[in-house]
């Protein structure tokens, strides 16, 4: 069993800055890659930011410069650092990675979410 378990989400201002966390738990051997994807009321779910266990880093163009994804390997956690935010940014957000586990299951694994908000 793997859990993906999200957290710092909230409301802030347009320009505010706001880092999520998303720790990786349970019945895991190796995490190819974790990630980051958003998705907005009657939109479909999209990649914001992603990291490969070799440390390769992939963005959205509508968000470059403004995030940055990290990883701390040793506790299974990736973060999401958001500043300059935009109320575009408004979405619910989701952690993903990819999974091997001791039974060599691999797949996808998802968080259940966490909202961000973005008005003044």
């Known amino acids: 069993q793997v859990q993906l378990v999200e957290s710092g989400g909230g409301s802030v201002q347009p320009g505010g800055s706001l880092r999520l966390s998303c720790a990786a738990s349970?019945?895991?051997?190796?995490?190819?890659?974790m990630g980051w994807y958003r998705q907005a009321p009657g939109k479909q779910r999209e990649l914001v930011a992603d990291?490969?266990?070799?440390?390769?880093?992939n963005y959205a163009d509508s968000v470059k410069g403004r995030f940055t994804i990290s990883r701390d390997t040793a506790q299974k956690t990736v973060y999401l650092q958001m500043n300059s935010l935009k109320p575009e940014d408004t979405s619910v957000y989701y952690c993903?990675?990819?999974?091997?586990?001791?039974?060599?299951?691999?797949?996808?694994?998802w968080g259940q979410g966490t909202q961000v908000t973005v008005s003044s």
């Open positions: 990291v490969t266990s070799g440390g390769s880093t």
């Open positions: 349970g019945s895991i051997l190796s995490i190819s890659s």
């Open positions: 993903n990675a990819y999974v091997a586990d001791y039974r060599l299951h691999l797949g996808y694994y």
